[in-house]
């Protein structure tokens, strides 16, 4: 069962981020609370969604992803932030159901895209999104500005 996350989920939710963080070898760098993800899917302005997958009265897979916007389509569309689905509910469907979900959000809210990021190393996620009919966007590279970079350029100490 797919459905919209609630308050009473929020818990299991930053337990499933944590243990999505562990399997992409980077545990150290995640410092989510509980609280930071309260505020932020059900504060006074949430920027922030989330759907969960639910078997036998657990969550067992989120989906938590936001609006982003192109320019060149003039409409929005959803990052998706975060999929995991527990090892045990692998293969049951659960990450193809919380997908199809995101993409009829799109289609029925008039989005252009949904987007995501996948490491490099991930091949059994790499074959699935691929199964679904999803491209790679290999022209493109991320960038990010975090920690003290972020503070130096922010503070306008970078010539």
Not at 136 to 159: M, N
Request: with cysteine; glycine share 8%; hydrophobic share 45%.
């Amino acid at each position: 069962m797919i459905r919209r996350a609630t308050q009473a989920d929020v818990a299991a939710i930053v337990d499933l981020v944590y243990e999505l963080a562990e399997y992409e070898k980077a545990r150290a760098e995640c410092h989510l609370t509980v609280e930071q993800m309260d505020r932020a899917l059900f504060g006074p302005q949430p920027a922030l969604f989330a759907h969960v997958a639910e078997s036998g009265g657990r969550v067992v897979g989120i989906a938590v992803w936001f609006l982003n916007f192109s320019t060149w389509d003039g409409v929005h569309g959803i990052y998706l932030e975060d999929l995991y689905v527990t090892p045990d509910q692998r293969g049951a469907g659960h990450g193809k159901a919380l997908l199809t979900t995101l993409a009829q959000e799109c289609v029925a809210s008039g989005y252009s895209r949904l987007s995501w990021a996948v490491l490099d190393w991930n091949a059994p996620s790499i074959a699935f999104y691929e199964s679904l009919g999803a491209v790679a966007q290999d022209e493109w590279t991320t960038y990010r500005l975090s920690g003290s970079a972020l503070a130096e350029l922010g503070a306008g100490q970078v010539s």
